[in-house]
């Protein structure tokens, strides 16, 4: 069964930072190309950010590029999203989520499993 499962949410000011976590208990983290979505309330899911199997390829929405960073690790099965100078818009659930569709993809029907979600709030 595959399960991925986001920790590191919470409560920071503007300006702040967060590292979020995804611990992937698939039957082999690779070759899943993956990537983090946020939902926000009242609006759709969106993309963040994505990598490739290897790492070494990087998708990042316009919203986030330059302030978060997207890293894996297969070996340890974890996947990670550094965000750096959190503004309130940043606010919502983040997903941690993976596909067997080897190239980066920012669609979420294109994503096959999905964790439950870890609650980010910007607020001062």
């Known amino acids: 069964q595959v399960q991925l499962v986001e920790s590191g949410g919470g409560l920071v000011q503007p300006g702040g930072s967060l590292r979020l976590s995804c611990a992937a208990s698939?039957?082999?983290?690779?070759?899943?190309?993956m990537g983090w979505f946020r939902q926000a309330p009242g609006k759709e899911r969106e993309f963040v950010a994505a990598?490739?199997?290897?790492?070494?390829?990087?998708d990042y929405a316009n919203a986030v590029k330059g302030r978060f960073t997207i890293s894996r690790d297969n070996a340890k099965n974890m996947l990670w999203l550094q965000m750096n100078y959190l503004n309130p818009e940043d606010t919502a659930v983040y997903y941690c989520?993976?596909?067997?569709?080897?190239?980066?993809?920012?669609?979420?029907?294109?994503?096959?499993?999905w964790g439950q979600g870890t609650q980010v709030t910007v607020s001062s």
């Open positions: 990598i490739s199997w290897v790492g070494g390829t990087t």
């Open positions: 989520a993976a596909t067997t569709t080897l190239s980066i993809v920012s669609r979420s029907r294109d994503y096959n499993y």
């Open positions: 698939l039957r082999t983290f690779s070759p899943y190309t």
